[in-house]
């Protein structure tokens, strides 16, 4: 579908452009969103009779956009799935349980405006860039655990996706013969194992 951008869209255009788009990301978020028109004579009149008002309007959400990033950017949102000891997951994170997990903590923000290429399929610490405008980027942190322990010790930077790190042993600790007392495992006799000698004569 052709339409006109009335306002600039990362990876499309500029205000005014017409542009050819998917189907249903015109109407699923362009349209519906007033971030377009569809192009025809009618609609292009009607951009250049509003392009003044276009243009203050976006220069409004744009300063809506930086309020939210001011309070949204750097912060760290937990998410607890089930995963295998190797940090995969069983299922996986997507735009839209991100949109949920921030619309939980308050902020309103749509999928298509999570920046992810694929979801998420791992545990760990994933940086995910949220683009509230055409000008206005910036990255949060989606922490993926197991529980909300082993989140808390990924923000520590602890490693859990082996077996050794979930269950808190120490790779480098290991048992030296000699912390093993004498004889014990070794499959040698000890003194005491010895027969007794016989005071009677044969």
Known sequence: MDVILLERIAKLGQMGDTVKVRDGFARNYLLPTGR??????????????????LVARNEERKAEAQGVAATLEGKSFVVVRSAGETGQLYG?????????????????IGR?????????KRIGLHAVTIALHAEVELDISINVARSPDEA????RGEELTSADAIYGIDEEESFDDDELEDGEDTGEASDSDAPAESDEAP
């Not at 994170?93 to 903590?105: F, K, W, Y």
């Not at 298509?112 to 998420?120: D, K, S, V, Y």
């Not at 808390?152 to 923000?155: G, Y």
């Open 92 to 108: 996986s994170v997507s735009t839209r349980d991100i949109a949920d997990i921030l619309a939980g903590e308050g902020f309103k």
């Open 152 to 155: 808390e010790r990924q923000a």
């Open 36 to 53: 377009a028109l569809r192009a025809n004579d009618a609609n292009r009149a009607r951009f250049e009779a509003q392009k003044s008002q």
């Open 112 to 120: 298509n405006e999570i920046q992810l290429n694929e979801p998420i």
